[in-house]
Structure formats: structure tokens, C-alpha cells
């Protein structure tokens, strides 16, 4: 008689050694401990996120124009665009807008750690200048008012009223300054007014070239920067640096000071070349940029250096070593 066969299914345990079955409930708790952990590193909040003192990601700003140009141009004054390289428009010369990395640092002053100044702005004209902190308080149309009158006092007040647009002059100047180092910029935001005539060419051997004219736009502003006194253009600067200071934290440096920056952004100029002979010009589409990669490559304010010619550039560095002798005394 044959026996039956066997049932299939999970063998008996009764069978098992004790060590064996303590193994068994050994490898269990070791793999549900790591699903507990690994669960809880992964719903552990970052830290990184609400540490103080944390930089923030968010957007600057006024860092969004109207109407973005296309990549590498400037809006110009007509509404058109202009190459933000050799080709840049009149305005380009001393207007900016919001530039779109804020980690961009150029120049050679030395970067001090978050919450120091490295140029402490108390120290500048000692307290013959004193700051004045109420001016943190005013709204953009009463610091325009101010501003113009303190500006007004320092001579050339017609030109000041012809150069310098009217209105939000504190957050212009704060976003010109800031965006001068960056490789492009937008106008939207500039200081100034826009310089007369276009942007002048010549052709040298069959090959565009900047004109020797060209440099006939900027006479004008040239020659008034290079008249303004340095010490009592930066005794206006040091009373309303309050204003200055909020301005330049709102647009993305909680813990920036801009005195620092504008002295990074003169050493940046400083630091323009000044190309010997001719400077010529490709235009790969429809606006002209530098021949020389070295030179495309450099800074909107030290393409801008190389744009007003050679003799405006050197009276614009004098006046600005004028400036940062004065920025910088005792430190």
C-alpha cells in the first residue's frame, strides 16, 4: 500500500535548533531598525533652512524688466536694444539695471566676512560728515527731492538736472553700481540719461572699428565728472547712506554693506584696459561686439572704459582714484 504523498507548504520550525531561530529574529529587528532610521533621516528637516543668518534664494528686487531683450543686448533709449558689448548703447555708459547673479564679485577690494564692513562708511571724512539716519525713513519721491537739492549744492546744478534721471535716483544708483561688474546688464533701472547720437564705426582694411568720433557722445559727462569734487560729492553720499545701505540690502544682500561694493565696483573699473591703436568690431547678427575675446569678455563697466576712448577713460580712473582715496581713508 503506498503511503500518501506529502502536503506541500512552509516547513515545520519545531524541527529547529534554538540558535537557529534566534538568528532568524535577530536579522528581523536589525532590518526593521534601519527602516526606522532611514525614515526618519529622510523626514528630518533640513537645517540648512531656517538656520539664521541663512542667504536667501529668493529673487532680487525689480530684477524682472518690462519687455526682456534678447540675449547679449541692451535696451536703448528709443525702446529698441543695444549690444551689451562694444556695441552698447549711448546710455549704457553710466545707467544699469538689476543684474540677474547676485554672487557676481569683481574688483580687487578684499571681501569681508558677513556683517563687517571692510570700509567702515563712519570712518569716511571723520565727523566733519556726519550720517544722517533719518534719512533711512524717507519714501522714494522726498529722498528724489532731497537728493537733488544736496546734489544741487555741490555746482552744476542744471547739468546734474540734465544727466541724472529724476526719479527713484537712490535705487538707480544702488542697481547701476551693483550690476557695473556683471558680464551683461539691463537699462531698465539706469542712473543717467541716455548719451546723444549712436554708437559711431569706421572701417580700417574692410574691418569695423569704434570711431575716433564716437567718444564725442561722452565730452560732455566726461567733463562734468571729472569737474565734481570728490570729498563733498562723497560728504552727500555719507549723509544719506541710510538710504543707500536699505536700498542695496532690499535687492538681495541682507547682510552687504555698499560701501564695500562700491568700492569693488571702482576697483573694477580701475582695472579697465586701455587698448593701444584701434579697437575693432564683429558683428555676429545684428549688433557689434568686441573683436578680441579678451576684451568681450570683461566687465559692463570695463567694456564701457573702453567704449568713451581712451583720453575719457583716463580722466574718469583719476576722478575715480579721487573717490576711492576718499572712501577708504583710514582704513
Known amino acids: 500500500m503506498n503511503s500518501p504523498a506529502p502536503v506541500a507548504g512552509p516547513p515545520p520550525t519545531e524541527g529547529l535548533a534554538p540558535s537557529r531561530r534566534w538568528w532568524i529574529w535577530l536579522v528581523l529587528v536589525v532590518v526593521a531598525a534601519g527602516l526606522v532610521v532611514a525614515a526618519w533621516l529622510l ?3 533640513d537645517p540648512r533652512r531656517s538656520a539664521p543668518g541663512a542667504v536667501s534664494t529668493a529673487p532680487k528686487a525689480g530684477l524682472t524688466p518690462p519687455a526682456p531683450a534678447a540675449p547679449g543686448t541692451l535696451p536703448d533709449s528709443a525702446g529698441g536694444t543695444t549690444s551689451a558689448g562694444a556695441g552698447a548703447g549711448a546710455g549704457a555708459g553710466a545707467g544699469a539695471g538689476a543684474r540677474t547673479d547676485a554672487s557676481a564679485d569683481a574688483g580687487t577690494a578684499a571681501v569681508s566676512a558677513p556683517g563687517t564692513p571692510r570700509y567702515p562708511i563712519e570712518r569716511v ?12 525713513n524717507l519714501d522714494a519721491a522726498a529722498s528724489d527731492k ?4 544736496a546734489l544741487g549744492a555741490l555746482g552744476g546744478r542744471e547739468q546734474w538736472l540734465r544727466l541724472v534721471l529724476p526719479s527713484d535716483v537712490v535705487q538707480r544708483f544702488v542697481l547701476t553700481i551693483d550690476n557695473l561688474p556683471s558680464d551683461s546688464m539691463s537699462m531698465q533701472y539706469r542712473a543717467v540719461v541716455a548719451m546723444p547720437g549712436s554708437f559711431v564705426i569706421e572701417r580700417r582694411d574692410g574691418e ?3 570711431a575716433a568720433q564716437n567718444a564725442r557722445r561722452y565730452d560732455a559727462f566726461v567733463a562734468f565728472a571729472a569737474g565734481i569734487d570728490a570729498r563733498r560729492l562723497v560728504s552727500v553720499y555719507k549723509r544719506f547712506y541710510p538710504l ?3 536700498s542695496y540690502r532690499s535687492i538681495g544682500y541682507p547682510e552687504g554693506h555698499f560701501n564695500d561694493r562700491v ?3 571702482i576697483d573694477d573699473l580701475l582695472s579697465a584696459p586701455s587698448p593701444a591703436g584701434a579697437v575693432f568690431l564683429e558683428q555676429p547678427r545684428v549688433l557689434y561686439v568686441f573683436a578680441e575675446s579678451s576684451l568681450e569678455r570683461r566687465s559692463v563697466g570695463q567694456r564701457i572704459m573702453i567704449r568713451v576712448g581712451p583720453e575719457h577713460a583716463a580722466k574718469l580712473k583719476a576722478k575715480l582714484r579721487e573717490i576711492r582715496a576718499v572712501l577708504t581713508q583710514g582704513v
Open 43 to 45: 523626514m528630518k528637516p
Open 125 to 136: 571724512l571723520g565727523v566733519e560728515s556726519p550720517i544722517d539716519p533719518a534719512t533711512a
Open 146 to 149: 532731497a537728493l537733488a537739492a
Open 208 to 210: 569695423a572699428a569704434i
Open 244 to 246: 543707500f545701505q536699505k
Open 263 to 265: 568700492v569693488q565696483v
